[in-house]
Every structure is written in structure tokens, then in C-alpha cells.
């Protein structure tokens, strides 16, 4: 039997013209730091790639710094190590919900604030009003466009201006943002945007920090060495990966509105669904903008545990929550920062929607979840 993956905000599936453009590569040889034809050829490679994800946001090529992947991004991102037109920010302040990349991947030890979310998971504005007034010299704030477990929307414009106005930084950590809706330097007013293939139907291993003015610079890189990526980022360029992620930043923004029109209207019959088979479910931040592709719930009684494994066997995939915790399913910080109890946390299942859902992945959902409540003795509606 086929089975349903509903969960893109881990990993999107590989789309053909990532793949074939990743074989394609992978038949060249070259170092793009070579001079010769094969090493100018994989360059090319490389800045053709550089060109497509910086369309995605709307930046400009040569801001463009590859990485290995979105957390790499990130820790270069909130390395402390950056000065803009202000000087080096003293500190750092992120929300309560940010990916643990961000909270625990940062540079600024203890001088590092956490800000408060509200019961959707929104950023509370007066609290980062009110730690701006009280800040010595400017902050790099880091904020998620939209949240990897709940897919929360961030008012990302209206606090990238509190932060200029105040003299600071924003870094945007666009991941689950970027390609699925408009999010760019221009819809959200950030300094640095973080991107990853592999959320986009691109391949693991490759990701990107974009800065919108080429006057930010890194007083030290985390990674020295040969001068790669305009000194930012050392380290021959996995060009297969590089021209895999081109590839898939270039389909994703092409399909972007298509793919998030279908993906809300599968979620909303997902969502449907779920409310008929059990009607004292919590859908989390059901009541703020969200990704149209995400559905974060819990149904009383039913462990996340339980689930995820009562619902693989039915051949649904599932998560419950970020898949960067090597598979351990634990609290999420995110429901903690939202005031959810323990009790309704523990059974966090998150479906998330992408390119290749159809509505028989819905279906295969509904019908795997009616099986689930019968079996542990739950009455469903017909």
C-alpha cells in the first residue's frame, strides 16, 4: 500500500528537478576554486545556484553565504561576530519559541534574552518594547517567520521595525517560511534570512545565510580556512547539494501560490476531520495565521508516542514536533512558551502538508486516525 507522508516540515520529499539537476552535477568534476574548465564549470554551477535561492527571497546574489544546512546558518547568524552600520550588537534577544538551533546554537552566552509568546505562540510586543528601551547599545534579535511545530505566523515587519528603529539587527529564520509563503526581504524587513533545501524539495546538507546589505560583515567566521564563499563560510562547496537546492528554491517559488492553495484545503479537510473523529482535540494556534500546509493538535487520552507508532503502522507519517531532537519524542518548548499543560502536550502530533500530499494522504489520515480511537476505546462519530 502507498503510504501518506504528511511531514514536509521535517523533510519535503526530493522534487524531480532537484534530483535530476543534483545526477547532472554529480556526472561533472572540478573544484569551483579551480581555474581550469572543470573548476570554472563548477562554479557556474554554484552561481547559478546562488542566483535561484536569492530570487526566493528577493536578495541579491553575492549576499548569498552557503552553509551545510539552516543550523549552520543560524550559528553563524547569532555568532556575535557581526557588525553592522551601528557596530557589533551587545545582545541577543529571541523569542520563547524559536528553533533550539537558535536558542542553544547562539554565541552570546548568559547575555542572551528569551522573550514571551502570547497562548498562540505570537511574540508579545510590548515585552520587546520594552527590553528594546532598556537595552545598552543595539540587539540582533532573532525571530522565525513562521514556527517549525505549530506554523505560527510572526508579525517579522512590525518587529524588524521596533528593532531598526532602535538600531538593531534582525535575523529571520525563514526555513519553514520560505517557498511555501511570500517571505522576503521585502514582505519582512529582515537583515539576514536563513533558508534550507530540504524544506523546499531540495537535498539535506545544504543551506543558506542571505544578508540584505553587502556593508554586514563577520569580524571572524566559524569556519576559516581557503576563502570560500567570499570569506564568510571556508570549505570546498558541495556543488551536487548546491545545484539540488538551486533547483528546488527555483520550482518552490514558481509553484509557491498553487501549492499553498492546495495545501490549505487539504489541511482544512484534515482539520475537519480531525474535529468529527474527535471532537476534543486542540488544534494549536488555530486562532492566529499559520502555514497553510500545518496542523499541530492533541487529542485527549492519546499519546504522542502511541500514535506516531499506531499511525506508521497504518502507513501515515507523522511527527511530534521538530525533528531535530534524534528522534526522541520529548516536551515541547514551543507548547511550554504557549502556556499548554503537560497533559495536552505530551500528545503533540504535528501533520504537515507539501508538494506531493494529495487528498488520498488525507483520507489515509482520517482512516487511520477512526482506527486509532476505536482500538484504544474512543467513540467516534460516524
Known sequence: MPRAYLDHN???PLRGPARAKML???RASGNPSSVHAEGRAARALVEAAREKVAALVGGRARNVIFTSGATEALALALS???RGPEGAPPRLLLSATEHVAALEGHGFGESAEILPVDASGVLDLATLHAALAGSQGPVLL???AANNETGVLQPVAAV???VHAAGGLLVCDAVQAAGRIACTFETTD???LIVSSHKLGGPLGAGALVLREASLTCERPLIRGGGQERGFRAGTENVAAI???GAAAEEAAGHR???AALAAALREKLEADLLRLAPTATIFGAKTPRLPNTCAFAIPGLAAETALMAFDLAGVALSSGSACSSGKVRRSHVLAAMGVSDDVARGALRASLGWTTTEADVTAFSVALGDILARIGRKTAV
Do not use: P, V
Open 10 to 12: 521535517a523533510t519535503s
Open 24 to 26: 547532472d552535477t554529480l
Open 80 to 82: 556575535g561576530r557581526w
Open 142 to 144: 532573532c525571530l522565525q
Open 160 to 162: 524588524a521595525e521596533k
Open 190 to 192: 529582515a537583515d539576514m
Open 243 to 245: 545545484a539540488g537546492f
Open 257 to 259: 501560490d498553487d501549492e
